[in-house]
Nanobody, 126 residues
């Protein structure tokens, strides 16, 4: 049985930072691409960033407003992911999720991600 658990969310002041973590059990973590996603109020879930199975970290983000403010890392020994977000803004408020892809490489389609966590809430106060 696959288990996915996010942690690290909370209330943060604008301009501050937060580090989210995600732990996986029960799947071939090293063989799969991994992604972070978010759902902010009033919008559909969107992909924040992704790492394919060979990559260890990236500062890439699919979300234009997050570019230059995130670092996504994976640990293929501990089977964990981290998402560091800096210079947070109130519009970053939302629920953040991690998920494993169906295969080795990243996809911009959320349908290509299978095992999802329940999410962790990040609230940025102005």
């Amino acid at each position: 049985q696959v288990q996915v658990a996010e942690s690290g969310g909370g209330l943060v002041e604008a301009g501050g930072s937060v580090k989210l973590s995600c732990e996986f059990n029960g799947l071939p973590f090293r063989e799969l691409a991994m992604g972070w996603f978010r759902q902010v109020p009033g919008k559909e879930r969107e992909e924040v960033s992704c790492l394919d199975y060979r990559s260890r970290d990236t500062t890439m983000s699919y979300v234009a407003s997050l570019k230059g403010r995130v670092t996504f890392s994976r640990d293929n020994v501990q089977y964990t992911l981290t998402l560091q977000m800096n210079r947070l803004r109130p519009e970053d408020t939302g629920k953040y999720f991690c998920a494993a892809a169906r295969g080795e490489y990243c996809s911009e389609s959320l349908d290509e991600y299978t095992d999802w966590g329940h999410g962790t809430q990040v609230t940025v106060s102005s």
